[in-house]
């Protein structure tokens, strides 16, 4: 434990800016309450200045740190000798962080295409993998491709094309209602397939879907839902819209 120290001074270290969200842990409580702050693992805090002072922030730990403070009893902590070291960089190095923890960072350092995105997963209902590869232009139903996923880690993603985004997500609201699988991924890939067709029509969609619901079921591949999409659209219709066929052929 060399340089770690104990402390019950709660104000001498500050919740790092830029670190992942802060979230209720009862299994880090619950532990605390029985065991105590364990020494091995102290906070790892970092010399920073803010606002023109110079404060202790706490780089890793900070659930620790939040529950030691609600509990009343000392906390151990550890100043960086690395300080060219970022918070992601550290925090990796001891456990693996969500794709969630990447957003909540980046939306922290005020990055706007994750503020983007995260508006668009709050708003659409969607899977953030999902979101992910929409809003990247690169959903094409495969799972989200490494290159994508490198530079979503690193602050390095970027929104492409947000309307289209859109139209995925405001037809998947629309039906959510009447069905089950509206944002399974094989058939939000269906559907962005079909929404690429010249001629396709989502409020049509949408009120096939609401008057025919109960003509659709889970499916268990794209292909399938690609098909059933163009069963229900073109119900009735005198002139039917070839998406099936359409889709596959821009797919080529």
Not at 83 to 110: A, D
Request: include cysteine; hydrophobic fraction near 35%; proline fraction near 3%.
């Amino acid at each position: 434990m060399n340089n770690v120290k104990m402390s019950r001074n709660y104000d001498l270290l500050v919740y790092g800016e830029n670190n992942r969200p802060i979230r209720n842990r009862p299994d880090i409580k619950k532990l605390m309450i029985k065991y105590g702050f364990n020494p091995d693992k102290p906070i790892i805090v970092m010399r920073k200045q803010r606002n023109g002072q110079w404060v202790n922030e706490i780089i890793d730990g900070q659930h620790r740190f939040r529950y030691a403070k609600e509990l009343g009893i000392p906390y151990y902590y550890k100043i960086s000798d690395c300080p060219e070291m970022t918070v992601i960089e550290i925090n990796t190095s001891q456990k693996t962080w969500t794709f969630e923890n990447y957003l909540g960072h980046h939306c922290g350092l005020g990055n706007r295409n994750y503020a983007i995105l995260d508006e668009y997963v709050k708003e659409t209902g969607l899977k953030l993998s999902q979101a992910i590869a929409i809003l990247s232009g690169k959903y094409t139903g495969q799972s989200v491709s490494g290159n994508i996923l490198n530079a979503y880690r690193n602050g390095d993603f970027r929104v492409h094309d947000v309307l289209f985004a859109y139209r995925i997500g405001n037809v998947v609201q629309s039906i959510k209602k009447h069905i089950d699988f509206s944002t399974d991924r094989s058939f939000v890939i269906a559907l962005a397939k079909a929404l690429n067709v010249d001629g396709f029509d989502d409020a049509i969609f949408a009120q096939k879907v609401k008057t025919n619901f109960s003509r659709m079921c889970k499916q268990t591949d794209t292909e399938s839902y690609l098909s059933m999409i163009d069963a229900i659209y073109n119900l009735r219709n005198k002139k039917p819209l070839p998406i099936l066929f359409s889709a596959t052929r821009l797919a080529a």
